[in-house]
């Protein structure tokens, strides 16, 4: 256990963790050249496709230190606040961390809520000044910023480039004499922690732990705590680039199961592992539940794909411990799931990756965040979606969710970051220059403002200098309405939504005029109406189609017509048919893109 080392790299977003994690690889031989590839731990497509990291990922180097041999685990996180759960999960497994700061950008929101989280499990903090090979690095600037962050000393900071390979020793010097070996007793009883799970279609389930005490030996019967479940241990190994099986686990270590377990319910992240005839006294301390900040449906296109839907969601959220959901009808859309999700991006991903890993094709509603509403008669409900607002006569007033939002940025764009917080409704609490150059603004606003569109409207007027972190701080009274949507009459309840009432009259408006642009023309005139109760704040229509396409082979050519049908159905794909009427996905998220 003294050769032991656990760690994991946290940054903001973009400071280059992923990059810094191929050259520790590279440098320790865990990955050939000929395996290399640039931010190797990104495994899934979706990652690499958009350049950012989804998902934490465990892999472990053998590294030669002054002619002893060290085993490290490395953990490498995401940035983003959507994924701050996999940061917080990845922490429990930990004795130490690398904190990235990129020399260009400064220290961020996120730099300082990611050391928040590791400070709180009393991790090590190994300070790295990254990308010190760009012509903009600002390399003292920067360390001065690290020093007043973290109290630490000038020559406590490591400077690396990821990129070009620079510093790569020091880290790894650092890693093994600056953070303590794991404590624990390898005689003890088992005591391990679940801390990541995923489905793999040939091998089942697998379940990342960490080892506090004792060992996990192949073949053991071996039982999860919180659920009570029994298993026999068929495999047991270490996350290499592949999963390398081994005889046994032992205190300190990070390691894989697989166990023949049926049910993804069957694992939550945050048990404990312990042996059947010698179990555990000490339970590992599990993780706060998670606090969903946005919420939405989600449905199969084939109403028939129920049942597979649901298959498929407990299976992503082995892999996803941070999406949490539960069966919902909708009058327009039937049978599916009410979602909650920590963020816009979140729900973007987990539907892409409904899509991708498990082939189902899924419309999402419109998200929305959690309200609470008191009755008249007393009682205080939680609404998520719009169809379970009840009626205003039975509802004495609604508060809805704050967060306190910290956004770090030059000083140049204070004046537009303040103008775009208060027309979100915002309030302004404090401003303070971290350097000359450098103000941290912190402000009160509701959640339901700045979960959609404003961190990129933040980018947008800050030209990308700005940061952005928050936190729910608690509920507050607001007026907000129900806001109807009716296609040909029919209130369609995915499309309506809840809205502060101040804004109401114009987002009715410019959803309207959205839903006509998005609407596909049908052989029939549709009207599209926004109201609040039997009040009609604004209609549109869409014409209807001049032609029939059929028409065009009428009596003619059977296989042209099938084929001229054939092409009308793939087109249908991620629409839904409500009433007569034919809604694309676009529409159910054009709320979110009200200009
Ligand atoms: P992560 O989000 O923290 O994991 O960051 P990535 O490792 O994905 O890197 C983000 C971007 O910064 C990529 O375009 C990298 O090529 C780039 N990058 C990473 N490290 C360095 C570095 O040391 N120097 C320079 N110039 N660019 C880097
Ligand atoms: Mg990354």
């Not at 049978?335 to 816009?344: A, S, T």
């Amino acid at each position: 256990m003294e050769n032991i080392r656990n760690f994991c790299i946290i940054a903001h977003i973009d400071h280059g963790k992923s990059t810094l994690a191929d050259r520790l690889l590279e440098f320790t031989q865990t990955v050939q050249k000929r395996d290399m590839q640039a931010q190797l731990l990104d495994d899934m497509d979706l990652e690499r496709e958009r350049g950012i990291t989804i998902k934490s990922h465990a892999i472990q180097m053998d590294y030669l230190y002054q002619g002893k041999k060290y085993v490290l685990n490395l953990i490498d996180t995401p940035g983003h606040v959507d994924f701050s759960y996999e940061v917080s999960r990845s922490i429990a497994a930990c004795e130490g961390a690398l904190l990235i700061v990129d020399a260009a950008q400064g220290i961020e929101a996120q730099t300082i809520s990611n050391l928040y989280l590791a400070l709180g499990q009393d991790l090590e903090i190994i300070p790295v000044l990254n990308k010190i090979d760009l012509p903009g690095a600002m390399i003292e600037e920067v360390s001065d910023q690290i020093i007043d962050l973290l109290g630490c000393k000038p020559d406590e900071i490591i400077h690396a480039s990821g990129k070009e390979g620079i510093g790569i020793s020091d880290i790894l010097a650092a890693i093994v004499e600056r953070i303590p070996s794991p404590e624990g007793n390898p005689e003890a009883e088992l005591q391990a922690l679940i801390f990541d799970s995923s489905f793999n279609s040939f091998r089942g389930i697998e379940v990342i732990f960490r080892v506090f005490n004792g060992r996990i030996r192949k073949g053991d019967k071996v039982k999860f705590v919180a659920t009570g479940k029994q298993y026999e241990a068929d495999e047991v190994g270490v996350l290499r680039l592949d999963k390398e099986p081994r005889e046994f686990i032992g205190a300190g270590d990070v390691g894989y199961i697989i166990s023949g377990i049926k049910e993804a319910k069957e694992v939550k992240v945050g048990d404990t592992i312990t042996h059947v005839a010698r179990p555990t006294p000490l339970i590992v301390k599990g993780f706060e539940d998670v606090k969903p900040m946005v919420f939405a449906g989600i449905y199969p296109v084939e109403t028939s794909e129920f049942e597979e839907l649901r298959a498929s969601m407990e299976k992503l959220q082995l892999n996803d411990a941070s999406l949490v959901w539960e069966p919902e009808t909708s009058a327009a859309l039937g049978f599916g799931f009410r979602c909650g999700f920590l963020g816009m991006l979140h729900m973007e991903i987990v539907q892409e990756r409904l899509e991708r890993e498990f082939d189902m094709t899924v419309i999402t509603t419109v998200p929305s965040v959690q309200f609470h509403c008191y009755l008249t008669r007393g009682e205080m409900i939680k609404i998520s979606a719009p169809s379970e607002m009840p009626d205003p006569s039975l509802i004495d007033h609604i508060e809805e969710p704050f967060i306190k939002a910290q956004i770090i940025s030059k000083s140049e764009y204070v004046g537009s970051i303040i103008a775009l917080c208060m027309d979100k409704r915002g309030i302004i609490k404090n401003q303070i220059y971290l350097t000359s150059d450098r103000v941290e603004l912190s402000f009160d606003l509701p959640l339901s403002e700045i979960v959609f569109d404003f961190f990129d409207k933040l980018k947008t007027i800050s030209r990308g200098y700005a940061s952005l972190d928050y936190e729910l701080i608690g509920f507050r009274e607001s007026n907000m309405v129900k806001l109807d949507i009716m296609l040909n009459g029919e209130k369609v309840d995915a499309l309506s939504a809840i809205v502060h009432r101040d804004k109401a009259y114009d987002w009715g408006k410019r959803l309207c005029e959205k839903l006509r642009e998005l609407l596909p023309r049908q052989m029939f005139e549709i009207a599209i109406q926004a109201a609040i109760g039997q009040k009609i704040i604004a209609r549109e229509t869409v014409k209807a189609m001049r032609k029939n396409v059929l028409a065009k082979c009428y009596g003619g050519d059977i296989s042209r017509k099938r084929k001229l049908l054939e092409k009308q159905k793939k087109g249908k794909k991620r629409m839904r048919q409500v009433g007569n009427v034919e809604i694309p996905q676009e529409a159910f998220m054009a709320v979110l893109k009200l200009e």
